[in-house]
């Protein structure tokens, strides 16, 4: 590489660490958590992701699959 090229990657780098620096020094540190909003909304939707896991896996082709899969691999000779 030549050092003219790793010069200005080396410029760019540099500016680009106290741009992000600077970014963090300055931000609002007031707003540390999640707030009771998030918290409801986070519920929800994990209860409704639980749900359709639920749906989907107590259906009949999800436990016929992994019962096939089971049987084949308990049947194979090593």
């Known amino acids: ?3 003219r090229l790793s010069t200005t990657i ?8 106290s741009a992000v620096a600077h970014r963090f020094r300055h931000a609002p540190a007031g ?4 707030s009771t ?11 409704a992701f639980g749900a ?3 749906t989907v896996v ?3 082709s999800i436990p ?3 019962g096939g899969i089971i049987e084949r ?3 194979t000779s090593v």
């Open 1 to 3: 590489m030549n050092t």
């Open 52 to 54: 359709v896991l639920y």
């Open 37 to 47: 909003v998030e918290y409801a909304v986070g519920t929800i939707a994990a209860a």
């Open 58 to 60: 107590s259906g009949d």
């Open 10 to 17: 080396t410029t760019t780098a540099r500016r680009i660490r």
């Open 73 to 75: 691999a308990l049947t």
């Open 31 to 34: 707003d540390a958590g999640m």
């Open 64 to 66: 016929a699959a992994l």
